[in-house]
């Protein structure tokens, strides 16, 4: 049954793929339809052909490897005396059917997303509703009904900007100052309800942990419970609430004297309060360790230490989530090569396709401990992140991509005058090799990693 389950969700995967990079190929097969330019060939996949048809003009083949695909059209990589040809179209025909497969895959990705946002029974919002005991950036003025919109400079639209922002944070130096923790209802957990007894009985530092230590020992003997109707009946005691013993508005837990000078992740907030903009400077947040091997090299995580005001789910929220989650992810991927080029993310950080493959191997995995709709659902969720990725980094101007010949087009439309073919064909062919490049050195590392666990050089 194992294999069975592992090779459906092979099989989906792979499906899936194949829609990212069919919607792709008819962006550009479609515009060139509706543009009167002839098309030659619709082909799904690489190398050698399975089978195809081929009705009016146009021949459709589906070939072997599922890792691309293509929509040749007459007189694109040569000139062609027919007046069909796509070198003979307009201009800004050809700027269309250029730039309408990264439009496509943008496209597929909201589709994707409805698929996956109208599964949620509510959406997170950015609006801070209450915070974690003893939290970090309560302390350093965030406040309950602050609506987050920006982090270090990184607008925030929903939850996963939030999250983005977040992940992405620089660690730094705490400036040492102690930090004065309140105290909260008593009833709320064991640990208040042993906090409070601390305060009342003036245990300050070590002794203070030392009794909060001993009865949380405590709490892991207790092996037996009663209701109170059952205790009154059977037991010789008077039961009352708690409220009759403690009173917890005056009292503060005592702060620790010495300086907290751990690194912490920082960040500068934009937020709304109040209908009003206000910024906040060198919030913290959450540090921890998430293993012992983290705690030995002091690579320290960072968490939310707050919740959030949640979204009531009806059709327009969907539709709204749906086009925010998308949007934000297209911008995730610019923000994301952008911090590339300027330094800020690393070679290392960067997946090609031995990575995107374990990447859904992974998810599938995680997803599939619970059940087999939460592994498709997984897997759906990294289609989406690809089919966008794969839509804007087309769009960029580099030769051999989408975006690199709509730049040759632009030029020519300011100029007045095509850029020489043969030219054109060697700045493409650079790029490409460029790419493959590229594509190799990532996918070597994503080798390495896979088998040793480790990234090169590490």
């Not at 008593?186 to 001993?214: P, R």
Request: glycine letters at 6%.
């Amino acid at each position: 049954m194992q294999v069975l389950t592992t090779i459906a969700l092979i099989v989906i995967g792979i499906l899936f793929f194949m829609l990212i990079i069919f919607s792709h190929e008819f962006g550009h097969f479609i515009t060139a339809k509706l543009s009167g330019v002839k098309v030659n060939e619709f082909a799904i996949g690489m190398g050698p052909r399975l089978f195809g048809f081929k009705k009016g003009e146009t021949e459709y083949t589906f070939r072997l490897f599922p890792i691309g695909g293509y929509c040749a059209m007459e007189g694109e990589d040569e000139d062609s005396d027919e007046p069909r040809a796509f070198n003979n179209a307009k201009i800004w025909k050809r700027m269309i059917i250029i730039i309408a497969g990264a439009v496509m895959n943008i496209i597929l990705g909201f589709i994707l997303m409805f698929a996956y946002t109208v599964q949620a029974d509510s959406y997170a919002s950015t609006t801070v509703s209450q915070f974690a005991p003893s939290s970090y950036s309560a302390n350093c003025g965030l406040q309950a009904g602050d609506k987050i919109i920006e982090i270090n400079g990184y607008s925030v639209w929903n939850m996963r900007d939030l999250q983005f922002g977040i992940a992405t944070l620089q660690c730094k130096e705490v400036d040492g100052k102690s930090l004065e923790v309140y105290k909260e209802d008593c009833t709320n957990s064991a640990y208040d309800v042993y906090a409070d007894l601390a305060v009342k009985n003036k245990l300050e530092g070590e002794k203070a942990q030392e009794f909060y230590d001993l009865l949380c020992d405590g709490c892991a003997k207790i092996n037996a419970s009663m209701s109170k109707e059952d205790a009154k009946k059977h037991l010789d005691i008077v039961c009352t609430s708690l409220y009759e013993y403690f009173d917890v508005k005056d009292y503060t837990l005592p702060t620790i004297s010495e300086k907290d000078t751990r690194q912490r992740f920082v960040a500068d907030l934009k937020v709304v309060r109040d209908g009003e903009e206000i910024t906040l400077d060198d919030v913290q947040f959450f540090t921890y360790y998430a293993s012992e091997e983290d705690k030995a090299t002091d690579k320290p995580s960072v968490s939310f230490d707050f919740y959030v005001d949640e979204i009531e789910k009806n059709f327009g929220t969907v539709l709204s989530q749906t086009f925010t989650e998308t949007c934000s992810m297209a911008k995730t991927v610019w923000t994301s090569l952008v911090w590339l080029v300027q330094g800020r993310f690393s070679f290392t950080d960067l997946s090609g396709p031995v990575g995107i493959a374990s990447a859904v191997t992974q998810v599938a995995s995680q997803g599939l401990e619970s059940s087999f709709g939460d592994a498709v659902n997984n897997i759906l969720f990294v289609m989406i992140l690809i089919t966008v990725n794969l839509g804007i980094v087309n769009m960029l101007p580099f030769p051999a991509l989408d975006g690199g010949r709509f730049l040759f087009l632009l030029i020519e439309w300011i100029f007045r005058k095509p850029i020489p073919r043969k030219a054109e064909q060697i700045v493409n062919t650079a790029g490409l090799v460029l790419l493959m490049l590229f594509m190799l050195v990532v996918s070597l590392k994503d080798v390495w990693q896979l088998i040793t666990g480790t990234l090169p050089g590490m």
